[in-house]
């Protein structure tokens, strides 16, 4: 296990921890790509000589900010805003925004360099960063979201741009705030590029954006099923969240012939033991998206029941699909899932399974798929939106369904070449992303020289 930058695994986090104190969800995500990139460069002396893996594990840089706003009763409000820019070895910063009271600098962080992997494994030329700020956008008025989203902006659009840095969407971060984030963008330097993806059709848009996390999620699900034999028909799934990735995800695996049980929220979750059909779902998404409600309103309406303040994992199924946020599945949520006969887990959310938990999912041999892998779908078509106004064209629906399909199909395939081992036929899709999506970042680096 020693390597010629003279550290072990050990050794490594020691420093890592060291140098970000405190910074737990950046520690466990580096910790996560590092248990299996040090084995994969034992013997690849580049690659230690070059201290890849450390200099991935450094931000290339790091912005923080005031962002003052002004609320509808005229008090002044002040928030804390970040852009963190991991890395950008094989293409312009890209990552999500955030805006939630729980973000932080070790969230954001954590993010940024899962991100960087991720978008490595599309095979787009995308770097990875991340952003946002500690808001919390609930309950807020159109106006109020509308007078931060421009404060935030009006810091932000120093160090962006559509061959520098190109923000997205993510939690607190949807279609109504792109809009605004990037109407200030446009305000303030009179260039219409694209700057930020997920955005309105009407303003440079790409088809299928807003879907293509949940699709992508449940296609990496259909292709390891397919692997070993299985399908996602007449199969029972929980999913949690019910934002724009949990959504979609429920929508597609509804197509495939599965069944939707649970989806859940800030307040709880709902358990409908019929199935969330193509009809509930419509109900539960005009809910959340268009109105802003809580799921308890869906299980007043429907046969559904509200489990007020509890997580979903304890229903007995066959997938799992977490959709909401890091850390929602704990390890002992993890083992009532095994317990309980799941057998394949797709993450939707980013790192949505603790350490753990992952752990003893691939030693129950639970298929799973980590969110580098399964979540990579909103981004890929986010760098086809990229692509689409570099050139001033928008391509069909049919077209990007299509790559989209093909994207996450490679992304399993290149999973399962470097996550497989001789003579064991289970394979670890964790190891095969993080060594998958290692490679291509470090490459440009080694070939970079120092810099
Ligand atoms: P949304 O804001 O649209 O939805 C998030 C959902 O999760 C909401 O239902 C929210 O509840 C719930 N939620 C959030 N935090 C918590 C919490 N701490 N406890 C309980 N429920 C919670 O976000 P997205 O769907 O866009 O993102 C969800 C996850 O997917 C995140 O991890 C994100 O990083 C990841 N992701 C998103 C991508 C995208 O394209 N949007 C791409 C790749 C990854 P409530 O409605 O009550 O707020």
């Not at 009763?73 to 009271?101: C, E, L, S, T, W």
Request: hydrophobic share 35%; charged share 25%.
């Amino acid at each position: 296990m020693a390597v010629s930058d003279h550290v072990n695994l050990d050794q490594f986090m020691a420093g890592l921890k060291r140098r970000n104190p405190g910074e737990t969800e950046f520690h466990q995500a580096v910790y996560e790509v590092a248990s299996n990139v040090f084995d994969y460069i034992e013997d690849k002396e580049i690659y230690h000589e070059m201290q890849i893996l450390r200099r991935i594990a450094e931000p290339d840089r790091i912005v923080i900010f005031r962002v003052c706003w002004e609320d509808d009763n005229g008090n002044i409000r002040v928030n804390r805003g970040y852009r963190v820019q991991n890395n950008n070895a094989i293409g312009p910063y890209k990552g999500g925004i955030r805006f939630h009271p729980s973000v932080n600098l070790s969230i954001l962080k954590f993010l940024a360099f899962e991100q960087t992997f991720k978008n490595s494994l599309t095979d787009l030329p995308m770097g990875g960063g991340k952003g946002g700020a500690d808001f919390n956008p609930k309950g807020k008025s159109d106006n109020e979201i509308m007078r931060f989203c421009q404060s935030f902006m009006t810091e932000l659009y120093r160090h962006i741009g559509a061959d520098i840095d190109v923000p997205a969407g993510d939690i607190g971060v949807g279609a109504r705030e792109i809009g605004y984030l990037f109407g200030q963008y446009k305000r303030l330097t009179n260039r219409f590029t694209g700057v930020l993806t997920g955005k309105g059709m009407e303003f440079g848009g790409s088809p299928i954006r807003k879907e293509a996390t949940g699709y992508g999620t449940v296609y990496m699900m259909d292709d390891m099923l397919t692997r070993r034999g299985h399908s996602i028909e007449g199969k029972t799934c929980l999913i949690s969240g019910a934002g724009n990735v949990a959504i979609y995800a429920a929508e597609k695996l509804i197509e495939l012939g599965g069944k939707v049980v649970t989806m859940s929220d800030s307040s709880g979750y709902i358990y409908d033991k019929h199935g969330i059909d193509a009809d509930k779902l419509a109900y539960l998404t005009d809910l959340k998206v268009n109105r802003r409600g809580q799921l308890s309103e869906y299980a007043e309406k429907t046969h559904a029941k509200h489990f007020s303040s509890q997580r979903p994992w304890n229903v007995p199924c066959d997938l799992a699909i977490p959709c909401a946020t890091q850390n929602e599945v704990s390890r002992a949520d993890a083992q009532t899932l095994i317990r309980n006969g799941c057998i394949a887990v797709s993450e939707g959310a980013n790192m949505p399974v603790e350490q753990d938990g992952i752990k003893d999912f691939v030693k129950a041999r639970v298929l799973f798929a980590p969110s580098k892998a399964a979540n990579a779908g909103g981004v890929a078509i986010s760098g086809l939106e990229m692509s689409q106004n570099s050139v001033r064209v928008t391509w069909s629906i049919d077209e990007l369904q299509a790559r989209l399909r093909n994207i996450m199909r490679d992304i399993h395939d290149r999973c399962v070449e470097f996550g497989s081992e001789p003579g064991n036929d289970y394979i670890d899709y964790v190891k095969g992303a993080n060594v998958a999506g290692f490679i291509k970042v470090a490459n440009a680096m080694v070939a970079y020289g120092v810099v």
